[in-house]
């Protein structure tokens, strides 16, 4: 079934509420979105903390309500009969995590399954708001029985005002405001957004390991239409070696040997993101991340089609955009940046360097004494064909 905003009706129609549910949330943008379940009770107050359920607590005290994320997609394992009387309420958001706004995303899709069946489904577009920065998609909530609304609206203000919408507060963070010299620093408090910092070329951030021993994610992804960028790695290890890390050519690697970079796959379409993994691992110096426009052999522009990198280290994101508009349209590479690990163990660099290759070359990134160089690595070979 396919609703639309305002729609309202029993759920148990379609699930059965006495077993596992999911309610899928998907957004499709050049932002970062973070997606939550709150609990809320009769009064819609977040009474008990313990039952907003989203990245930083992944689920509640029973386990009625259960977090997890793959990629883009945030799934919610409910259980509505496990939960307290005093829980009249489940509100799943989505927030912005950064400047834009919902009227800029290109879709947003919520889906109820069980049973790998997909059972409700409401799929909306950028068209459908204007400049919330965090909205309500779907609620489930008694009344006499249990019921769904798909709401569909929201807050201009963002994190904020949805959680004091619901009498809870966003927590400041402990140290002052994040400079591009200074470290990023985690924090595990419920309501903390995670910490997150763009570059430009020339400015570094130093991180730490993440509390998890999560691996650290490189995300690459672009906005205009029709396009095909390459995310690609190039693994320096403190012994000379060096590794070419892709998905798209044939001459590439997908994984290094020991496993400690991996390419997630090649994807062609806009606004999905393609995917590196990198473990911490002791021999390896740096990892330099490029992006190469894989259409019309090459010719691109990083800056008009909203290329751009992220590395997410736990709960602490940096954003490279590429910045440059004067870049020349005929460089078919771009060098976002580094990633440095220390001689000390568990300390890293992330350095913006946005390095452009020569008009026309299809040479890649290699190194000079330790330094990044364009136009001195092997020629790209051929593109697998999907």
Known sequence: ????????????????????????????GKDEY?????????????SDDRYMVFYNQEKSPKEEIRY????????????????PLEINKLVFTVSIDGNGTMAAIQSH?????QNNQT?????????????????????????????????????????GDLLRFFGGEEAKPQSQPITASESVKSDTKPFQKKEKISLVKGQKVSLTKNINNDPIIIEN????????????????????????????????????PDGAVRHGGDV??????????????????????????????????????????????????????ASDVSANDLSYTLCFGE???????????????????????ERRIGYINGKVTMDIGPLGAQKFKH
């Open 34 to 46: 973070d997606h939550s379940c709150f609990g809320v009770d009769d009064k819609d107050k977040l």
């Open 68 to 83: 997890s994320r793959n990629e883009n997609t945030t799934t919610f394992l409910i259980n509505l009969s496990k939960l």
């Open 268 to 321: 062609i379409e806009p606004g999905v993101l393609e995917h590196i993994y990198i473990k911490w691992h002791p021999d390896i110096a740096s990892v330099a991340v490029s992006s190469y426009s894989a259409i019309e052999n090459g010719l691109g522009s990083f800056y008009r089609y909203g290329v751009y990198v992220r590395i997410k280290n736990g709960n602490q994101t940096v954003e490279i955009p």
């Open 339 to 361: 990633v440095v690990f220390g001689q000390e163990k568990d300390s890293m660099e992330v350095v913006a360097l946005e390095m452009y290759s020569a008009p026309k070359s």
């Open 119 to 159: 059972l409700i489904t409401m799929k909306l577009n950028g068209t459908d708001f204007k400049n919330e920065k965090a909205i309500i998609s779907i609620e489930l909530y008694r009344k006499d029985d249990w019921r769904f609304g798909a709401v569909a609206r929201g807050f201009n203000g963002g994190l």
């Open 221 to 256: 992804g672009w906005t205009a239409a029709g396009k095909d960028y390459d995310l690609k790695a190039l693994v320096r290890y403190r012994d000379g070696r060096l590794i070419y890390i892709g998905a798209a050519n044939q001459d590439e690697l997908i994984a290094t």
């Open 109 to 113: 899709t919520v889906s109820i399954r």
């Open 1 to 28: 079934m396919e609703i639309t905003r305002g729609t309202r009706d029993k759920i148990n129609k379609y699930v059965s509420i006495d077993q596992d549910f999911e309610v899928c949330m998907i957004v499709d």
